[in-house]
C-alpha cells in the first residue's frame, strides 16, 4: 500500500504498563507528525520529525512520552508507566519537504484499563 | 494560543443541497488551509487545501479563504449521504511542514 500504515490498529494496556505504537510513512516523505485524538475532539499536535531529527516536542504532553525516529523512515511513539488519561486515538501523518499537506494513518486506538 | 473554531454541530441537510461548514482561526500569521474529513473511526482524509484569499473549486468541494476576516469555508454541492461525516479545519502558520492546529470539527448529516 502507498499510504501511511500505523501498528497496532487497537491496544489495551492496563494502568502503568509501557507501550510502543509504530509508524509507517508515506516512502520518501521527509517529514512525520504524531497527534492525540481523543474522542470527539480535533487531532492534537505531540511531535514532529524531519527525516531522522526532531525538531518539535512541544506538544509532548508529560516526560513519560517518548518518541524517536532513527533511520529518517519508521517511527515509534513509546509512552511509559500509562495512565488513563492517555486513552486516545494516536494518529501519525508524513508529507514531502515544504508546502505538502499531511496525510495521515488509520491511527492506533489506545486504551488504558 | 493559536486556536481554531468551528460549529460543532450537527449540521443537517437534505440530499442534493449544498452544504456550507466554516471556520475562524486565531493566528494572523497562519498561511495554509485544510479540509479534512473523518468518517466514524477512521481517519482524517485530506478534502481540500487553500493558501490564498478567495475560492478553490475541486468537483463539488469549493474552499474560500477570507484572510482579513481570519474566515474558511467549505461548500460541498449535491450533498450526498456518503458525505456525512466530521470535517475538520486545520491550519498552519507557516508554508512548510508546522503541526497542524486542528478544530474540533462539524459534524455533517446529509439526509437521504
Known amino acids: 500500500g502507498a499510504g501511511v500504515s500505523q501498528s497496532p490498529r487497537y491496544k489495551v494496556a492496563k494502568r502503568g504498563q509501557d507501550v510502543a505504537l509504530r509508524c509507517d510513512p508515506i516512502s520518501g516523505h521527509v517529514s512525520l507528525f504524531w497527534y492525540q485524538q481523543a474522542l470527539g475532539q480535533g487531532p492534537e499536535f505531540l511531535t514532529y520529525f524531519q527525516n531522522e531529527a526532531q525538531l518539535d516536542k512541544s506538544g509532548l504532553p508529560s516526560d513519560r512520552f517518548f518518541a524517536e525516529r532513527p533511520e529518517g523512515s519508521v517511527s515509534t511513539l513509546k509512552i511509559q508507566r500509562t495512565q488513563q488519561e492517555d486513552s486516545a486515538v494516536y494518529l501519525c501523518?508524513?508529507?514531502?519537504?515544504?508546502?505538502?499537506?499531511?496525510?495521515f494513518g488509520d491511527g492506533t486506538r489506545l486504551s488504558i484499563l | 494560543q493559536k486556536e481554531v473554531e468551528q460549529n460543532s454541530g450537527p449540521l443537517s441537510v437534505p440530499e442534493g443541497a449544498i452544504a456550507s461548514l466554516n471556520c475562524t482561526y486565531s493566528?494572523?500569521?497562519?498561511?495554509?488551509f485544510f479540509w479534512y474529513r473523518q468518517y466514524s473511526g477512521k481517519s482524517p482524509e485530506l478534502i481540500m487545501f487553500i493558501y490564498s484569499n478567495g475560492d478553490k473549486e475541486d468537483g463539488r468541494f469549493t474552499a474560500q479563504l477570507n484572510k482579513a476576516s481570519q474566515y474558511v469555508s467549505l461548500l460541498i454541492r449535491d450533498s450526498q449521504p456518503s458525505d456525512s461525516a466530521t470535517y475538520l479545519c486545520?491550519?498552519?502558520?507557516?508554508?512548510?511542514?508546522?503541526?497542524?492546529?486542528f478544530g474540533k470539527g462539524t459534524r455533517l448529516s446529509v439526509i437521504a
Open positions: 486545520a491550519v498552519n502558520t507557516n508554508s512548510g511542514n508546522t503541526p497542524l492546529v
Open positions: 501523518a508524513s508529507s514531502p519537504n515544504s508546502n505538502q499537506p499531511q496525510h
Open positions: 493566528d494572523r500569521g497562519s498561511q495554509s
